[in-house]
């Protein structure tokens, strides 16, 4: 068995990170540290336990590296390894505790395996999912790669035709997933890939893209790309009060995110979210535009309130529901 490749996924980024997350129902996290002798024998372990159950994502995270990631799922130590389950955490072990790891691991491959029966409900989550993705941006690319790295002819020639004309586009390796690849040509009824999307209804693969940026209409079709900035205006006054947190509501991704959640709906609030964890552009950009450099933040008819302290201290006073009705 220990000439088998390992399973072992790492990520170059946080939105990396995330599109791994969400590739599988059951992810298992391995957060170590080049200078922590304990790791060495561990994340051989989780190499193997990768080969013995290729189901399941197993995801390597240098703790240092990744900071921000490391505080969301409350790492203390090194080695930590955390089970995430439809983005919920359902398991952790801390420490070279090689035993744990193995039941754990194996408790939730049985648990997968188990729910590979549940098609229906699969699908039916698939589906929520697939037209989340297609509607993640205003235009939509399915690829073999990424745009700096595709990995056929056509999905190059589709990134080259995007390029030309100008439009800003979001993209899905579909060789990362299969579950989406295969998923995507049922919903879509288009067996090939690239697939297009623009404004979440499909315009085809590359042959009809060249057509219609030849003819000028796919450019006349897609949205008027927006300045961050604009964006960021857009993104706070969507509604009368809006949150940007790590997560949402039902999941939030760091502790200072539930309890500002726990705190608006504690006192009727009703808000919109934003969860910056799936877009680095604009978590970084809001942090400069508001000249405020954490998470939380809390907007009110598009004007910064603040972070988790300021509302807190607001709901103490008995002031929160003046500010929030202007």
């Known amino acids: 068995m220990s000439a088998t490749k390992h399973n072992v996924n790492t990520p170059n980024d946080e ?10 129902r059951i992810s298992v996290l391995n957060f170590w540290a080049t200078w922590a002798e304990q790791c060495k024998d561990m994340n051989e372990v989780f190499a193997e336990l990768s080969r013995k159950y290729p189901a399941l994502q197993f995801i390597s995270i240098e703790a240092e590296n990744f900071p921000d990631v490391s505080e969301t799922y409350e790492v203390a130590a090194v ?14 072990i801390e420490g070279a505790n090689a035993s744990g790891l193995t039941s754990l691991v194996e408790k939730y491959a049985s ?18 999912r ?17 745009p700096s790295t595709p990995r056929c002819g056509f999905s190059r020639q589709a990134i ?29 009824d288009w067996p090939t890939f690239p697939q297009i999307y623009v404004n979440g209804e499909l315009i085809g693969g590359v042959d009809i893209l060249k057509e219609m940026v030849s003819s000028g209409e796919f450019q006349q079709m897609a949205p008027k790309e927006e300045s961050l900035e604009e964006r960021l205006k857009r993104l706070i006054s969507k509604s009368p009060v809006v949150l940007f947190m790590k997560g949402n509501p039902e999941v939030p991704k760091c502790g200072f995110s539930r309890q500002i ?10 808000y919109d979210t934003f969860d910056i964890l799936e877009d680095e552009e604009v978590r970084q950009g809001l942090k400069s535009f508001s000249n405020w450099p ?9 004007e910064l309130v ?9 709901v103490q006073q008995g002031e929160l529901q003046a500010v929030i009705e202007g």
């Open 15 to 24: 939105t990396h990170l995330q599109t791994l997350l969400t590739s599988r």
């Open 79 to 92: 080695p930590t390894f955390v089970v995430v389950k439809d983005t919920k955490v359902v398991g952790r």
């Open 111 to 128: 648990t997968f395996a188990d729910e590979q029966h549940a098609v229906p409900a699969a699908t039916h989550d698939l589906n929520t």
């Open 130 to 146: 697939l037209k989340a993705l297609i509607n993640s941006h205003p235009v939509m690319i399915f690829i073999k790669g990424t």
């Open 160 to 188: 080259e035709l995007l390029a030309e004309s100008g439009v800003k586009y979001g993209s899905f390796n579909i060789l990362a997933d299969d579950e989406v690849r295969q998923g995507l040509k049922q919903l879509s």
């Open 261 to 270: 959640t726990q705190l608006l709906t504690e006192q009727g609030v009703k």
């Open 294 to 302: 954490t998470y939380p933040q809390l907007y009110v008819n598009g």
């Open 306 to 314: 603040g972070g988790l302290d300021i509302v807190r201290e607001l």
